[in-house]
């Protein structure tokens, strides 16, 4: 069974909407660890937020929010405003335990944000 | 510095050749990972170097063989490729592999071509 499950492949906005990125997760740890991942064409991976199983506080960062609801194992990602940069691949991932540092990564969203 | 650097950008190669890809941190980082990527897929995971010594190889076929000389560098020798190998390679590194919390800087990648 897959871990991470991101069901949405492709979504496009037009610059200024919102858009939620969904992310549910699959884990039977109690301390376990969730990413976002943001690809932009170039390829390289680039760290966003790191959340842990204890901490269900939502973050904001300018104009990216987090959702983390354990009671439905979801850690959803909003950006505010969308602008055409935002346009990316976006991975979540997951990382159990007090084990190795191995990351479980969602099949990712694409975003398309148009002007 | 809070990098990862690999070179080549792009490389060709036919199923008869040997090369190497080659990845460099300066973070002080001392896990160091190989990953994979096909195009609209999320990275799979190869190698996982912690502390110089290899601690995780995912199944992957002996044509690829990973080398860390050293604590900054890693290494990924390539040789008797199939054209199904002709994927975007990734190096990433992390504080350390031994915790499940540590987000993992990426590299922008080696796209390599198997002809």
């Known amino acids: 069974a897959q871990k991470v499950t991101q069901a949405q492949t492709e979504i496009s906005v037009v610059e200024k909407e919102d858009v939620t990125l969904d992310c549910v997760y699959e884990t039977r740890d109690t301390t376990y660890y969730l990413f976002w991942y943001k690809q932009p064409p170039s390829g390289e991976l680039v760290f966003l937020i790191r959340r842990n199983s204890f901490d269900e506080q939502n973050e904001i960062s300018g104009r990216y929010s987090w959702n983390f609801q354990k009671s439905t194992s979801s850690f959803n990602f909003t950006i505010t405003a969308s602008q055409v940069v935002d346009s990316a691949v976006y991975f979540c991932a997951l990382s159990e335990g007090y084990n190795f540092n191995k990351f479980y990564f969602g099949s990712g969203t694409k975003l398309n944000v148009k002007p | 510095d809070t990098e990862v650097t690999q070179t080549p950008k792009h490389l060709v190669m036919g199923m008869t050749n040997k090369k190497s890809l080659k990845c460099e941190q300066h973070?002080?980082?001392?896990?160091m990972y190989w990953y994979k990527q096909k195009a609209k897929k999320p990275p799979e995971l190869m190698f996982v170097?912690?502390?110089?010594?290899?601690?995780i190889n995912e199944s992957v076929p002996s044509r690829f063989s990973p080398e860390c000389p050293n604590s900054s560098l890693l290494n990924l020798h390539l040789h008797a490729l199939q054209p199904e190998d002709s994927a975007l390679y990734l190096c990433a590194s992390s504080h350390s592999a031994a915790v499940s919390y540590n987000e993992q800087f990426f590299g922008p990648g080696t796209r390599l071509t198997v002809l």
């Open positions: 170097y912690s502390y110089e010594k290899l601690s």
């Open positions: 973070m002080g980082h001392r896990a």
